[in-house]
C-alpha cells in the first residue's frame, strides 16, 4: 500500500455487505499510532508499541463506501 494506495476493501454481516474502495496514504503522526492502539488494544498490544516502527497506520485520502444488501437499494457515502 505504501507504494500503490488503490485499496479495496468488503465485508459482510446478516445479507448486507459494504465494499470501500479509494486511495490511501500513510499516517506518520504519533497521534495517529496511539489513536490505533488505543482502538485496538485487545488485537495489537501483544504485538506492537507506539513507537517500535513496526505498526503503519494509513488513512483514506478519498475513496467511496456502498453499503449493499438484498432487500434496499444501495446507499454510496464518499469519504
Not at 39 to 53: F, G, P, Q, R, V
Request: proline share 1%; aromatic share 8%.
Amino acid at each position: 500500500m505504501k507504494k500503490n494506495g488503490k485499496v479495496e476493501i468488503c465485508g459482510m454481516h446478516k445479507g448486507t455487505w459494504i465494499r470501500v474502495e479509494g486511495e490511501v496514504k500513510e499516517d506518520l503522526r504519533r497521534e495517529a499510532r496511539a489513536a490505533m492502539m488505543e482502538e485496538n488494544k485487545a488485537a495489537l498490544s501483544s504485538m506492537y508499541t507506539i513507537d517500535d516502527n513496526l505498526m503503519t497506520v494509513f488513512c483514506f485520502e478519498h475513496g467511496t463506501a456502498t453499503i449493499y444488501s438484498f432487500t434496499a437499494d444501495p446507499k454510496v457515502i464518499q469519504l
